[in-house]
């Protein structure tokens, strides 16, 4: 039996509107691109008013499931039951009237309005003309329910991250969905920040208003908040249960089975080292023309790794971009073994200077292009992908591109894949592979391990440990504080654009760091 959104009954009515929890499973649920079954006969259920979490190491299959179940693919076979009813999902419009929503990653809300304006927007009958006044008395009293509000009156792009992303959860209960799919929906925020809004969304999950579907590589957060999991891995359903009755090490099993991890890498001491990379009075503009780096001094030894810790949108990203030839300097200079250093494709490759940006398959990757032809970025001019200038072989590029997969372990059907079909994690250790598979002298990572799941980041992490062990100078920036305490010998805080506090990792602690990041430094 197949019901539309509006044959649904009506359900009960709760304090917080007339809606109240949603059901859900997925029955047989198989999605096949080509070749590739991402997703095998996936059984699971989400029960009404529970908080379930969904795991899988990177290329499990989790994205194409919640796709599937949001509408933005249809299933090659199954069904979802919502509430025990089947329901077809032809589009997310559909997902969207029947109460399910999602909050991803990454913000969707447009900066420059106002919450009021950005939530009046998103509705499905926003009116022709607007009665701001009335919206804004109506979305009052309707805040004054939830456990948690915003400002209302300010423009999104002033909010900070962990506002920003309540509003993204608070539009959703606006509109009315009872059923929440959260897809790492802390990944931008400080571990404070995700502790609050988890605990509240589980206050209403508690109270049978809301169900939440949460994908998450963070097993802390999962065993503190989830009341059920289930485990994809390679497409199918591995199992799952009550979080409270599983242990850590057995949902880890499910996960990946019995792959053994990757032993950490020690650090090596190093006598003082020669300065390899030196960044002289660097200042940059952000998109809008405003200052975005202010007179950033900072020297990196061989053998070193600097940490750069900071609430994001504190000149980071600029810092980064302006190192990797993406952004103007206004003024300063960048020295390589004091020599001066601008960051064209032969100066780094004359350098050794090699990065991995945020957001890697915008940032590093020709999306359309295949796996072994995004691989051979750094290459396709040398032999022997190149054995005359401009004739590319086929051959040995496709050859070493499979020696990089096997390596790094990326999930692809081959290296003739477009590259824009890797799910996020892999991408992200496709563009690692390419840049730390030779000798390097100068790293620079922006949150490298962002997506990525709790195997991968071990791996990740040793590598970037190993080129430090090797003598290359890394310039690490991440917004992971637990990362920059792990990896760094000294750890610098970038506040509104400046770097006034720099320390030794012996020297230094998280409520000091803590600190400098909100600027009382
Ligand atoms: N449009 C597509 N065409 C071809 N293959 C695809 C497509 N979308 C996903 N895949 C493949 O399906 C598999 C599952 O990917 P999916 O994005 O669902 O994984 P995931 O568990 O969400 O991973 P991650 O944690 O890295 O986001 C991957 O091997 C991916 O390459």
């Known amino acids: 039996m197949s019901a539309t959104a509006a044959a649904l009954a009506e359900p009960p009515v709760s304090p917080l509107g007339a809606k109240k929890a949603i059901g859900l499973e997925t029955i047989g649920m198989t999605k096949i691109f080509g070749s590739m079954v991402a997703l095998g006969d996936v059984s699971i259920k989400v029960k009404p008013g529970s908080f379930h979490a969904l795991l899988g190491e990177n290329g499990a299959g989790k994205s194409t499931l919640v796709k599937c179940i949001m509408g933005f693919y249809q299933p090659t076979r199954g069904s979802v039951l919502i509430d025990g009813r089947e329901t077809e999902i032809s589009n997310p419009k559909v997902a969207r ?67 920003k992303q309540k509003l993204e959860i608070l539009k959703q209960l606006y509109l009315d969905q009872r059923f929440l799919i959260l897809d790492e929906p802390t990944s931008v925020l400080t571990p404070g920040e995700a502790d609050e809004i988890l605990g509240l969304l589980k206050t209403m999950t508690d109270a049978g208003d809301l169900t939440i579907l949460m994908i998450s590589h963070k097993f802390r957060e999962v065993t503190a908040f989830a009341d059920e999991f289930s485990v994809l891995r390679k497409g199918e359903y591995m199992g799952g249960g009550v979080t409270a009755n599983v242990s850590v090490a057995e949902m880890s099993r499910m996960m990946i089975g019995d792959m053994k991890l990757r032993e950490r890498a020690a650090r090596k001491t190093f006598e003082k080292q020669p300065v390899v990379l030196d960044l002289a009075g660097i200042c940059a503009e952000d998109d809008e023309g405003l200052p975005a780096v202010d007179a950033v001094n900072l020297k990196i030894r061989a053998g070193e790794i600097v940490g750069i810790a900071g609430v994001s949108g504190n000149g980071q990203s600029e810092l980064i971009e302006t190192l990797t030839g993406q952004r103007d300097l206004t003024s300063g200079r960048f020295f390589v073994k004091d020599q001066p250093y601008e960051p064209s494709r032969e100066k780094m490759a004359k350098f050794k200077v090699f990065g991995l940006p945020e957001e890697p398959l915008k940032n590093a990757c020709v999306r359309r292009m295949t796996v072994a032809e995004n691989l051979a970025f750094r290459s396709f001019d040398q032999p022997p992908i190149s054995k005359r200038r401009g004739f590319l072989s086929p051959g040995p590029m496709r050859a070493k591109a499979k020696e990089l997969i096997a ?38 990572v922006a949150n490298p391990c962002f997506g990525l799941d709790f195997a991968s980041i071990a791996e990740i992490r040793s590598q970037i440990m190993d080129q430090r062990n090797g003598g290359a100078a890394v310039l690490l920036v991440s917004e992971d504080l637990d990362e920059i305490l792990e990896l760094s010998d000294r750890v610098a805080v970038m506040s509104e654009g400046r770097i006034d506090y720099v320390a030794p990792i012996g020297e230094t602690d998280r409520a000091t760091i803590g600190q400098a990041m909100a600027g009382h430094h």
Request: no cysteine; charged share 25%.
């Open 407 to 444: 390596a790094y372990r990326v999930k692809t059907p081959g290296p003739d894949e477009p590259i824009e079909n890797l799910s996020g994690g892999n991408v992200q250790r496709a563009v690692l592979a390419r840049e730390l598979s030779t000798q390097v002298e100068v790293l620079i």
């Open 97 to 163: 009237d029947v109460g399910i929503g999602m909050v991803y990653q990454h913000f969707t809300l447009v900066p420059s309005l106002t919450a009021t304006e950005n939530l009046v927007i998103a509705r499905a009958d926003v009116p022709s003309v607007i009665d701001w006044k009335k919206e804004k008395k109506s979305l009052d009293a309707l805040f004054d329910r939830m456990p948690f509000r915003v400002p209302l009156d300010v423009p999104v792009s002033s909010l900070a991250a962990g506002e």
